[in-house]
């Protein structure tokens, strides 16, 4: 699971929830690199995200940060859902199946 | 080397002031900043305004500045907030007056004013001046004109800055960005200019301000690493020390409480950003995936080789809207069965708004324990469904009049005495307002700056 190779903070901007997932490891980056994709986590998230996945690298910080559109119900002020800035987004990623082949 | 050094002292509405007082009293600040602002706070305080021109402002000002201004005043230290929201001369009155009490003659208040574009959008309309909205795409505000309750531009540091070159000891600000509260005054201090040669530099003034500007979230609070902040609860705000090359060293005060290594401030580099090679900020455009993060000691993070881009052309504006009410309740069931028995309540609430005929835009279900923050991503009904010991239910709507909520937020009150046996509901809370976010950009010129400088008699 995503939880044994790295972190998860998450927060909002609008109707725009991202996740920043920081590596535990350069090894774990440059897997995570290829496994975490727009689909993969626009499958993960199913309806609750409604728009469009963007995933910028971070080598740097062996970080990926990842934008998702249309993430929170039209935005933290109008949202039904009680995580009104989609922190709890980060954490829900932490149990995605990531397959280390 | 001249070095500069500036700490946090709040996050948000609502925050603690203790840290930003120890930060004060033992972290040899020369600058404080007070972030007191969210996307739509704004909107609250325009409508607390219009109902008294004296107020619009954050009332969290009061004991804040009852709080600092004693061990600022014996220190030095000059705060920045962002607390004047939709009055920033209302605070600066109030300001004034805390700090004669206190009998702190000749200190300086400097005001920042010009991010309040309510009153101008007329103006704008018969410019031509349209506001296309970011996320929908949406060509002017034309169908939410009638019910916009707050405008407002995030503005730089400019006026920050005039105000700490005429001597303000304080600065309060409208709509400022957080970050210009920090960019501010490192660019006071070194000299940088908005032009070349000193892009990177306010590159790396943005970067250390988004470091530090949500307080704590750097230093140790909401992070992964929760484990291992000792003293929970003596939470400890973070600082930076730049020197004039605009390297910084982001630290915390000495002693228990908080924790500050390369993975709390790399927490932060990734927190609510979109693209990281281009954050935008009024004051110019810094690139995060330059940074280089050094451990340089226990609590102690070396912040190097930032790039950055010049300040956008455009700003952004953030408008609030009237959109209609949300009305929420919820209730909870006791094992055996919690789980069925909070499924036979959900039955029983949806079969309660037909009979109602209820009219309502948005309905929301969730089941406490369960769902409630991981939405669709967990299974459900859940697999450890029947050894649950207790279960919630919660019920939120969203409606287009006041009177519609709060007929329908009774659902789960009913479900107290009406559901399973064994259940409770808790105090109902009230039915809130529905404000719509537009936001959308604005050419920086149209947004002019300006500050004034009140001196305490």
Known sequence: MLKDLAYARSGDKGDIVNIGVMAFSPENYQLLKKKLTPEKIKEHFGSDVKGDVVIYKMPNLNSLEIV?????????????????????????????????? | MKTVKIGSGSASWGDMMEPGIDLIEQGDIQYLGLDHLAELTLSILQRWKAKDPKKGYIPDVIPFMKGLLPPARKHGTKILCNSGGANPEAAGEVVAQIAKEFGMEGLKIGIVLGDDLLPRLKEFKDQGVKFENMETGEEDIDRVADRIVA???????????????????????????????????????????????????????????????????????????????????????????????????????????????????????????????????????????????????????????????????????????????IGEGQVWFPGPDAFEKAQWAEKWARRRLEIMNAQYDELRIDYMGVNILHGNTVPFPPPYAKDMYECGLRFVVRTKTYEEADRL????????????????????????????????????????????IKEVK
Not at chain 2, 293 to 320: Q, S, W, Y
Not at chain 2, 426 to 431: N, T
Not at chain 2, 432 to 443: N, S, Y
């Open chain 2, 409 to 452: 937020k009774r659902i789960p009150t009913w479900l107290w005495t009406h559901g399973p046996v064994g259940s409770a509901c808790g105090q109902p809370l009230p039915v809130r307002p529905v404000i719509g976010l537009w936001p959308t950009l604005i050419p920086r010129e149209l947004v002019p700056t300006r500050m004034v």
């Open chain 2, 151 to 325: 405008a407002n531009a995030y503005i730089g540091a400019e006026s920050i800055i005039e105000a700490l070159e005429a001597g303000a000891d304080v600065v309060i600000t409208g709509r400022a960005s957080d970050n210009a509260l920090y960019v501010g005054p490192l660019m006071h201090e070194f000299g940088w200019k908005f032009e070349e040669p000193y892009w990177d530099k306010i590159g790396a003034a943005v970067t250390i301000g988004h470091i530090i500007e949500c307080g704590a979230c750097s230093s140790g609070s909401m992070s992964s690493q929760w484990r291992k902040v000792d003293d929970p609860g003596n939470v400890r705000n973070p600082m930076a020390e730049v020197d004039e090359n605009a390297a910084a060293i982001i630290s915390k005060i000495d002693g228990p409480g908080g924790l500050v290594n390369s993975g709390t401030v790399k927490e932060h580099l990734v927190y609510e950003v979109h693209d990281p090679y281009n954050y935008l900020m009024p004051d110019g455009i810094a690139d995060f995936a330059s940074a280089k993060l050094e451990d340089i000691a226990p609590n102690k993070v070396r912040v190097t080789e930032i790039k950055g881009k010049p300040r956008p052309e455009k700003l952004k504006v953030c408008m609030g809207y009237r959109e209609g009410f």
């Open chain 1, 68 to 101: 998702m559109n249309g993430a929170l119900g039209g935005g933290a002020t109008r949202t039904l859902a009680l995580d009104q800035t989609g922190k709890a987004k980060g954490q829900s990623l932490l149990y995605m199946e990531i397959d280390a082949d």
